[in-house]
C-alpha cells in the first residue's frame, strides 16, 4: 500500500497563511486598481458635465461657450486613456484574483489549459476508414487541384 505523507498541524497553518496572505494581496490590487478606475469615472463625467453650455435668460441658445481645442483634446485623451487602462487593470487583477493567480507564468499556464495546449487529448484522432466512392473522387480532385497549382 501506498504511504500517506503526513502532514502536521504547523505545516497546515503556515500553508494557511501564507494562502491568505497571498488572497489579500490579490483582493488589495483589484481593490485599488477599481477605485483609481472609479475617480477617473467621476472625473471624466465632471469634465463633461462642466462643458454642457446652459444659457441664461437673455442669451441665445446656440451660441456654445468659448473654449480651448487643445485643451479639450488633451482632456479627451487623459480621460480616455485612464478610463481604458482601469478598466483592462481590473479585468487582468479580477481574473487573477479568482483564478487564484499572482505571477505571469501561473497566468500563462491557466490561460493555455483555459484555451487547450495542444496536448494530444486535445487533437482529434484520424481514422483510417475506407472513403465511400463519392468522397474518394472530391479527395483526388482536391489533391490533383493542389499539386498542380505548386
Not at 469634465?47 to 456654445?64: C, D, E, W
Not at 472513403?131 to 489533391?143: G, N, P, S
Amino acid at each position: 500500500m501506498s504511504e500517506v505523507a503526513s502532514v502536521t498541524d504547523a505545516q497546515i497553518e503556515k500553508f494557511s497563511l501564507l494562502y491568505k496572505e497571498r488572497r489579500k494581496v490579490q483582493m488589495m490590487r483589484f481593490f485599488g486598481v477599481t477605485a483609481l478606475t472609479l475617480i477617473s469615472a467621476r472625473l471624466a463625467f465632471k469634465g463633461v458635465a462642466s462643458r454642457k453650455y446652459i444659457p441664461t435668460m437673455f442669451q441665445l441658445n446656440h451660441k456654445p461657450p468659448p473654449f480651448s481645442y487643445k485643451g479639450e483634446v488633451v482632456n479627451a485623451l487623459a480621460y480616455g486613456t485612464a478610463l481604458s487602462t482601469g478598466g483592462f487593470a481590473m479585468l487582468g487583477f479580477g481574473l487573477c484574483w479568482i483564478w487564484d493567480v499572482s505571477t505571469l507564468k501561473e497566468l500563462g499556464n491557466k490561460l493555455k489549459e483555459l484555451m487547450g495546449d495542444g496536448s494530444e487529448k486535445d487533437k482529434l484522432v484520424s481514422t483510417n476508414m475506407d472513403l465511400d466512392e463519392d468522397t474518394q473522387k472530391v479527395a483526388d480532385a482536391l489533391e490533383a487541384m493542389l499539386s498542380t497549382k505548386k
